[in-house]
């Protein structure tokens, strides 16, 4: 398998499950703003979509969008528990987590790193961020993680989404459960190793 990426991005969460799987693959970055590979090729050419990550098989397929990356990674390797078994309720809550950290948190980051976008239009998206990270909070435990007592996926997309606030002239400071969670998950080995390989640590 190759995961083309940019670093700090949200391919940083396939990475991370990749890791943690223990299941073989290489990486290769691409610029966003040029749309070329470190090879030189024409991402747009591998992935019409244009943005990472992006994953490809070993029997030619593409998969795109970190939730159905992370979800086919913990489907690779169901002995590293990072995902609950299929047809458990923890399995479908850890979907919603998936499904919730992408349209709640993940799109409304994408306003304060467009290029060019004035600081108003900046401070409006942390601002419409508000109401989603205090629900965030408030659902976050002193020591867990999302689903159970493991770590999943779903915390790997969520650590990632909230490590973009340490790109930002932002904090995360009125929610200190979060600062506690973010801080807990980045402790983890593979973790740790994901930000290594993406020269973020």
């Not at 940083?12 to 090729?41: C, M």
């Not at 489907?75 to 950290?101: K, N, V």
Request: glycine share 8%; proline share 6%.
């Amino acid at each position: 398998m190759k995961l083309y990426f940019s670093p700090g991005a949200c391919s940083l969460a396939p990475r991370i499950a990749l890791i943690a799987s223990g299941l073989p693959f290489d990486s290769e970055r691409v610029n966003l703003r040029t749309k070329l590979t470190a090879g030189g090729e024409d991402f747009r050419a591998i992935n019409p979509k244009g943005y990472v990550p992006a994953l490809a098989l070993e029997g030619g397929q593409l998969l795109t969008e970190s939730q159905v990356i992370l979800l086919y990674v913990a489907d690779q390797a169901p002995a590293s528990a990072l995902m609950p078994a299929s047809g458990t309720f923890e399995r479908y809550e850890s979907m919603e987590w998936l499904a919730w950290t992408s349209t709640e948190l993940h799109k409304r980051f994408s306003p304060i790193f467009a290029p060019g976008a004035s600081s108003e239009a900046k401070e409006a998206a942390w601002t419409a961020l508000a109401a989603p990270l205090t629900y965030l909070a408030g659902q976050i435990g002193d020591d867990g993680y999302l689903v159970g007592d493991g770590f999943t996926v779903a915390d790997a997309y969520l650590f990632t989404v909230l490590n973009w606030v340490g790109f930002t002239s932002f904090s995360l400071d009125h929610w200190p459960a979060l600062q506690a969670y973010h801080a807990r998950i980045k402790t983890l080995p593979a973790v740790q190793e994901a930000l290594r390989q993406e020269g973020l640590q």
